[in-house]
């Protein structure tokens, strides 16, 4: 099963026929692809590189950050330019650990299905990904170490009640 933030973030980006919305219309591709934690390396890597994406998103929980490290640094290893990030409780709850374990470009704190569109209109649009840091909810690779972790209000996640469809889980 498809995990449910994934699912509701990819739903804001399509419209209700499963295209894309029209203002991002022919400029991307949305797949969501699962993968189980007992699933070799290799197997979920291939899965996830199958049809050349230029962005590649993961859906975080505790017991799969050292699974998506791994995919995400070979994924790195094989295409430089392609762009990772992740979202998710785990994501969410510790960025600082997952950017240390994963070459993540960025991360959705919170709620990501505003914050993740407008990163991937930005990034459709030609945006490289050192330019989504205006966008509240995005978490951008820190350049320093010793950066601190906003709290995710202070980052500018969205308030359930301003996610598109939030009402769909009322």
């Known amino acids: 099963?498809?995990?449910?933030?994934?699912?509701?973030?990819a739903a804001s980006i399509l419209d209700a026929d499963g295209k894309a919305a029209p203002h991002?219309?022919?400029?991307?591709?949305?797949?969501?692809?699962?993968?189980?934690?007992?699933?070799?390396d290799d197997v979920l890597l291939e899965r996830a590189?199958?049809?050349g994406?230029?962005?590649?998103?993961?859906?975080?929980?505790?017991?799969?950050?050292?699974?998506?490290?791994?995919?995400?640094?070979?994924a790195k290893k094989r295409a430089p330019s392609l762009v990772l990030f992740a979202g998710?409780?785990?994501?969410?709850?510790?960025?600082?650990?997952?950017?240390a374990a994963?070459?993540?470009?960025?991360?959705?704190l919170g709620e990501g299905e505003t914050s993740v569109l407008r990163a991937v209109d930005m990034l459709a649009g030609g945006?490289?990904?050192?330019?989504?840091?205006?966008?509240?909810g995005i978490m951008l690779r820190p350049a320093a170490e010793g950066a601190e972790r906003p709290a995710a209000a202070a980052a500018g996640a969205a308030a359930f009640a301003d996610v598109p469809g939030g009402s769909w889980y009322a």
């Open 24 to 40: 991002i219309a022919g400029r991307i591709r949305v797949e969501l692809k699962e993968g189980l934690i007992d699933e070799a």
């Open 53 to 74: 994406p230029d962005w590649l998103g993961f859906s975080s929980y505790s017991w799969s950050v050292k699974k998506i490290s791994a995919v995400a640094a070979e």
């Open 102 to 108: 994963a070459p993540l470009d960025f991360i959705a």
């Open 49 to 51: 590189l199958a049809g």
């Open 127 to 136: 945006a490289a990904p050192a330019e989504l840091a205006s966008i509240p």
């Open 1 to 9: 099963a498809l995990p449910l933030g994934a699912a509701s973030v």
């Open 88 to 99: 998710g409780p785990e994501a969410t709850a510790d960025p600082l650990g997952f950017f």
